[in-house]
């Protein structure tokens, strides 16, 4: 693998053994999962914290199927990967043959690119495209099945040569015109506002956000996928906005005169009612991704390029600004409308994320689940570097979290990790905890344990009079189901036993899961009713 | 009546008769769920992963014959299916799944929770449909159950958006549905069937090879007539396994990559095979042309496409197996075939299955074991791997339709929530779950479901520290070059056990097992039994890859 | 050998993807495959021309008879019908050769439908030898750009492999 690849997630299986035979000799790292889902998973965390391709591998029908999940999970949230599947011998393809699965077919909507490869011949070259197109422009899954005949064939390698995709040229700078309206319309502009996403985090260019929002005094709201893409201790930092952002951040979208969207994407859960989106605002939308803009929300002066070169494009064009009144009514909204909760005694999850951030100095890597417990981090917990929120945005996908940790963890081996995580999420890919503890990796599992699918139980609390259709979980004890697996256990039901736990958890070298017994009906807020405006805000 | 389009989906279920849905409630579905909720007529059992819902879903089909029900959100909730949805649309299972997606004016848009899982699933459903007309719905149902549950079954999927199930619609159902592009042929052509039936009373050696077929057409009755009938030996791939007796002294037991020699040695030498249900798959035929050389072929099957796609049939029947084997049995007679027989009777005494029985619990021994202390009477649903093997090799189906595996797609992980869906569908029946240590862990989370719904299921997990199928195929293949199949920490399955309520056991020779078994057999409620199996044993008989059936090593 | 099937199919969302869908899983390969509406807008109509012998055809078609939108499916091959292909062709060619290149889409029965100051885009019907045929006529010249719609079918005489109302319909 002359892509530089040290580690490589996978399950082996029939179809792809001439592969993990090549990998007895190979000098990469191979981590055994328990379940494909934790592979696609953990080498998703490993690039999202490393910025290097993850890479995961099966074998053909399930193991390729079971991969699904996490490439479309990567492929929502635009992560470099590369998942290689075994497949059936060429002789055997379109005949039903044992654990044959049409792979390519079935990712066909959720890859970047995929490719079944018929001919020895064809694997060097594919291999280096798949990397190249996976990790170039804008970040996404690249799938390569390779049929048993092929994988075992014989071949001289030859160096492929230099890539050559002619439909495969992402636009990296942007034009001169565009960048010279875009910077008009900044010094133009008396209440502007930066709406940073993930690409802030996949491009590298937290640090020229920055330059821009000081350059400007302009604040800046973050997406989920583009938290820790700037310091959310810095003075101008709101928070994210959206579905579940801070009123302040959805009140400034509401009455910006100007927002700048910086490698983000005006999702549903983003953007509320697309065409009410920032109603008084001109919108400049920096993306690579040329689909992206317009997709969704009207945009006015649209740049098309790599978000860090742009940046550095447009930073020289512009001149600094002082602070205004604009500035004076964000502090004020920031004062009246904190994000907050009530503590009435029992144990509350946002004090469980606050003591996770003291007891960690804000320093670990955090990765989630999804549900409440994943707005809660993104609430209560301050990111202040990139690639330190490591979590599902576009898919949504409940059991990512704790894969996803055991791939961060390989990555930054020397770092505190903890996966954020609620009683539903943590059973789905609950196998990966032998993962973590066959290689000794010290994941923390903090579950926030309320004993429901807590979010969907918020929605059916709100919009279905509480009629709670299934979403009460009986669960098993999680204390016990650590220690079966060799790992420590603890659980939490005082605020008092909070801080000493986590100071424990951290300490310990061993994999820790802690079961927090939190209070069973808190809702996470604020909250804009689906299909509406984001000033529409309850809570 | 007017009802919303989620009301309206509940009430076309009640009116199928659906008495239970597997699922997990998300944004997308929740109207659904919130109809369910105010219906009350169906069961819902909650599993711990979508995964799990199919799998379950999946078993309840194959345990009762009718069709298994999923719902699942849109997103990660519908991917979580895939995999169970391409293992049902192998092994030819009927099921219905409904997947809640985004609302119509978001589809395609890359909205939270969107994944366009009609196009995924393109390559695995019978067929699927995004709804996108509320007033289409019922009809969609009704044709959905149709089309799952009729000629070759299999699984059908139906998204369907938010906005369309927040609908109000006025209700009707339609009682029976008109498919211009769908209709299977049940009723077998009769100059064939009696060509068949010619070639039937003339060959001097046939043997009958049944598939999964028998036991989807519920022709076990009719299979037993004909092999008695026409003393013809019967072989059974391993979805025909409980499709005929075990103990019949006809039975030759599973052919193929790991069947008995002697089917293999029968098939090798009949001069007539008889194919009923069953498709010709590599994993029974090893080297095509080595496979039946001396016979004439007659392939029954409900799917035309199955015939000739891997040999040559002479003749092929388009057809229900029940029926097609009915017409035939009219045109037969008692036929005596004592030279066959004995030589099929030679060839067992000459090349039984067998194992060495010394050293440490042997995980053939605890087939042998559950099989004798059940009397063959239990529902066995098995994971994927050396295990499932050794049940196909030593367990002795009594009864049609009590082994529930994972044939074609092969899916570690279909045992636990298979013995679930099992279970359910067959509350008062013993179901044994007979699984590895590699292939328990990746369905583990649905002990939660098997305790929320107290199922009092009998787990035997075959611990033998490793997968130990790949580690075979690499102890053969690539030298014992052992990559990633050896364990090197295994969790506690006992105190798992524990985790989730339940008494857990762990035993490590026959005495102790045979000890435990009355008890852990009659016990009401779950219990989990780690057999700390010997690792270096194989799965035996096994034909090389590329040989044909009759070149079998002892491994 | 080279067949050539008139499948009328559902004229539904998403059908041409499962017909696509299936020939790749299954390893067959497609000539060509024209789609367009049929004479009633709830069916469409695909002329598929697949290369294959006798055992690749019969699991071509028993494999498309089992998508539930694929109503009928007529292997045309040995039977009369009439095929039609349009191509278009823009060649690069000086005011000065225009002539010729137009005498060349004269013999063809080919019309010129744009002009430009150093190209000329031509148009041309007929069956694929004719059209193949036009082509190479038109190499010489170099050709800029070429289109072709893939073949198109249909019976010959009073023969139909439309929708058999009573028994397809009702």
Request: proline share 6%; net charge negative; with cysteine.
């Amino acid at each position: 693998m002359e892509q530089g690849v040290d580690t490589i997630f996978g399950y082996p299986g029939g179809a792809v053994l001439p592969i993990y035979d090549a990998l007895y000799d190979a000098n990469i790292n191979h981590v055994l999962t328990r379940h494909e889902q934790g592979a696609a998973h953990a080498a998703d965390g490993y690039a999202r914290a490393s910025g290097k391709p993850g890479v995961c591998l099966a074998t053909s029908g399930p193991g390729a199927t079971n991969l699904v999940t996490g490439i479309a999970n990567a492929y929502m949230d635009s992560v470099p990967m590369v998942a290689i599947t075994g497949q059936v011998p060429s002789a055997l393809l379109g005949r039903d043959s044992f654990q044959e699965a049409d792979i390519t077919g079935i990712t066909l909507p959720i890859t970047k690119h995929n490719y079944i490869v018929k001919d020895v011949r064809d694997l060097a070259r594919t291999v280096r495209e798949a990397f190249h197109i996976a990790s170039t422009g804008r970040p996404g899954p690249v799938l390569i099945d390779i049929p048993r005949d092929i994988s075992g064939g014989q071949l001289e390698y030859e160096d492929p040569g230099p890539i050559n995709l002619p439909g495969y040229r992402p636009v990296v700078e942007a034009t001169g015109e565009q960048l010279n309206k875009a910077a008009a319309a900044i010094m133009a502009s008396e209440r502007p506002l930066i709406y940073a996403g993930g690409g802030v985090v996949n491009s590298g260019a937290h640090m020229e956000l920055k330059q821009l929002a000081e350059l400007l005094v302009a604040p800046v709201t973050v997406t989920l996928m583009g938290l820790g893409g700037f310091p959310g201790d810095h003075p101008l930092f709101l928070g994210m906005l959206g579905m579940h952002g801070s009123k302040y951040a959805n009140y400034a979208v509401c009455e910006a005169d100007l927002v700048i969207a910086v490698g983000a994407r005006f999702d549903d859960r983003v953007a509320g009612k697309f065409d009410e989106f920032a109603p008084g605002a001109t919108i400049i939308h920096i993306d690579i991704d040329p689909a992206e803009i317009g997709k969704n929300v009207r945009v006015n002066i649209p740049i098309v390029g790599d978000v860090k070169v742009v940046l550095r494009q447009l930073l020289p064009r512009l001149e600094a600004k002082i602070p205004t009144a604009w500035q004076e009514k964000i502090e004020y909204w920031k004062r009246e409308y904190p994000i907050s909760y009530q503590e009435n005694g029992s144990l509350k999850p946002q004090r469980v994320i606050r003591e996770i951030y003291n007891v960690t100095g804000g320093q670990a890597r955090i990765t989630t689940e999804v549900g409440q417990h994943q707005m809660w981090a993104a609430h209560y917990y301050t990111y202040t570097r990139p690639r330190s929120f490591i979590s599902s945005g576009g898919l949504g996908t409940m059991g990512y979290g704790f894969p996803a940790a055991i791939g961060v963890q390989v990555a930054c081996p020397d770092e505190v990790v903890f996966d954020i995580a609620g009683d539903g999420s943590i059973q789905m890919n609950i196998q990966e905890m032998t993962t973590a503890v066959n290689y000794g990796l010290p994941v923390n599992v903090a579950v926030l344990n309320n004993g429901f699918l807590g979010m969907v139980r918020q929605w059916q609390e709100l919009f279905y009079n509480r009629r709670y259709s299934q979403t009460e979980l009986n669960n098993p004890d999680f204390v016990k189901l650590a220690e079966a697996y060799g790992a420590a256990g603890m659980r939490v039901t005082k605020g008092a036993e909070l801080r000493p736990a986590l100071e424990e958890a951290v300490r310990d070298n061993r994999p820790v899961m802690l079961d927090f017994i939190i209070e069973r009906e808190e809702n996470v807020l604020p909250m804009v009713p689906p299909g509406q405006p984001l000033d529409k805000m309850i809570g | 009546m007017e009802m919303t389009v989620a009301q309206a989906v509940i009430r076309c279920l009640e009116l199928e008769g659906v008495e239970v849905i597997f699922g997990y409630p998300g944004g997308a579905i929740l109207p659904a769920y919130d109809a369910l909720c105010r219906s009350g007529n169906i069961k819902h059992v909650l599993v711990r992963h979508e995964q799990g819902a199919v799998h379950a879903a999946d078993a309840y089909a194959r345990a009762t014959g009718r069709v298994g029900v999923v719902m699942a959100t849109s997103g990660p909730g519908a991917t979580n299916l895939v995999t169970g949805i391409a293992n049902a649309y192998m092994d030819s299972i009927p099921l219905v799944l409904i997947t809640g997606q985004v609302s119509t004016g978001q589809v395609g848009t890359d909205s939270f929770q969107e994944v366009d899982i009609t196009g995924i699933t393109m390559p695995i459903t019978k067929h699927n449909y995004l709804v996108k007309d509320p007033k289409k719905v019922p009809s969609v149902i009704k044709s959905a159950f149709h089309i799952a549950s009729t000629g070759r079954p299999g699984p059908v999927l139906l998204d369907l958006p938010r906005d369309v199930a927040m609908e109000t619609i006025d209700f009707e159902y339609p009682r029976t549905i008109k498919l211009r592009g769908y209709k299977p042929n049940y009723s077998g052509h009769r100059t064939k069937v009696l060509e068949a039936a010619g070639l039937m009373m003339k060959a001097e050696r046939p043997v009958i090879y049944a598939g999964g077929g028998i036991l989807n057409a519920r022709a076990t009755g009719e299979l037993l007539e004909m092999a008695e009938i026409l003393s013809a030996p019967v072989t059974n791939t391993f979805m025909g396994l409980s499709g005929f007796p075990g103990d019949h002294p006809l039975f030759l037991g599973m052919l193929g990559l790991h069947g008995t020699r002697y089917a293999n040695l029968a098939v090798t030498h009949c001069d007539l095979l008889i194919a009923l249900g069953a498709r010709f798959d590599d994993r029974v035929t090893g080297k095509i042309t080595g496979f039946a050389p001396r016979a004439e072929v007659i392939h029954v099957d409900i799917d035309p496409a199955e015939i000739g796609k891997n040999v040559r049939v002479h003749v092929p029947i388009v057809g229900d197996v029940r029926q097609v084997m009915k017409a035939m049995l009219a045109q037969l007679k008692k036929k005596d075939r004592s030279r066959w027989l004995e030589q099929i009777r030679q060839w067992k005494e000459q090349y039984p299955l067998t194992y060495a029985r010394e050293g440490g619990l042997k995980p053939q021994a605890v087939i042998e074991k559950l099989c004798r202390h059940t009397r063959g009477d239990a529902v066995v649903a098995t994971d994927v791997g050396q295990h499932q093997m050794w049940v196909a090799q030593f367990f002795r189906f009594r009864q049609p339709g009590t082994l529930i595996s994972s044939g074609g797609l092969g899916t570690m992980g279909f045992g636990l929530p298979a013995a679930v869906g099992a279970q359910i569908g067959l509350p008062d029946r013993l179901v044994i779950l007979v699984t590895g240590d590699g292939s328990f862990q990746m369905t583990v989370q649905e002990l939660a479901t098997a305790v929320d719904q107290k199922l009092p299921l009998k787990i035997f997990v075959l611990n033998n520290g490793s997968l130990g199928m790949v580690r075979q195929l690499q102890e053969f293949y690539c030298d014992r070059r052992y990559m990633a199949t050896n364990f090197s920490f295994v969790p506690d399955f006992a105190r798992l056990a524990g985790a989730y309520g339940v008494p857990g056991y762990t035993v490590e020779n026959g005495e102790e097992l045979d000890r435990l078994l009355p008890e852990v057999l009659s016990s009401p409620g779950m219990v989990i039994v780690n057999c700390m199996v010997d690792p270096s044993e194989n799965v035996s008989p096994m034909v090389p890859s590329g040989c044909g059936i009759d070149e079998a090593i002892d491994c | 050998m080279r067949h050539t099937l008139a499948v009328l199919v559902e004229n539904n969302p998403g059908v041409l993807a499962r017909v696509a869908g299936l020939f790749s899983r299954r390893g067959f390969n497609i000539d060509s495959l024209a789609v367009g509406r049929a004479e009633r807008p709830d069916v469409s109509r695909m002329t598929i021309v697949v290369e294959g012998d006798d055992r690749v055809l019969e699991q071509v078609t028993k494999q498309l008879h089992k998508l539930v939108d694929v109503i009928k499916i007529n292997d045309i091959t040995p039977e009369e019908y009439v095929d039609r292909e349009l191509v278009l062709i823009k060649v690069s060619c000086d005011p000065a050769r225009r002539g010729e290149v137009m005498q060349v889409a004269d013999v063809f029965r080919a019309r010129i439908v744009d002009l430009g100051r150093k190209t000329v885009t031509v148009e041309c019907t007929g069956n694929e030898a004719k059209v193949s045929a036009f082509e190479e006529s038109l190499r010489p010249y170099g050709i800029k750009e070429l289109v072709r719609t893939g073949k198109i079918a249909m019976l010959r005489g009073n023969r139909f492999t439309a929708l058999d109302d009573k028994k397809d319909d009702d």
